[in-house]
Nanobody
Framework: EVQLQASGGGSVQAGGSLRLSCVAS????????IGWFRQAPGKEREGVSC????????VYADSVKGRFTISSDHAKKMVYLQMISLKPEDTAVYYC????????WGQGTEVTVFS
């Protein structure tokens, strides 16, 4: 059974940092795309960043380039999203995501950035 469990959200002042973590289980971590989406109140879910588990290539949304960094620990089956210079517009529920032929989602972790 594929499972994704995200954690690390919280409330932080603008300019601050947070690191989100996602533990993945039930699939071969190195063979699929895994990453992060977010959904702000009243908005559609959007992709934030993803990583190819095989070669480590990464993709970032333009809105987070230079501020967010995705990384992984294959041995621990963990994916991280380091977020710095957070802005109020980063406020959203962040979801860990894996594409394994179909989309799999974690439960979401809430990030609130206040000015």
């Amino acid at each position: 059974e594929v499972q994704l469990q995200a954690s690390g959200g919280g409330s932080v002042q603008a300019g601050g940092s947070l690191r989100l973590s996602c533990v993945a289980s039930g699939f071969n971590f190195e063979q699929y795309i895994i990453g992060w989406f977010r959904q702000a109140p009243g908005k559609e879910r959007e992709g934030v960043s993803c990583m190819d588990g095989y070669d480590g290539k990464t993709v970032y949304a333009d809105s987070v380039k230079g501020r967010f960094t995705i990384s992984s620990d294959h041995a621990k089956k963990m994916v991280y999203l380091q977020m710095i210079s957070l802005k109020p517009e980063d406020t959203a529920v962040y979801y860990c995501h894996a594409f394994i032929g179909v989309d799999y989602w974690g439960q979401g972790t809430e990030v609130t950035v206040f000015s």
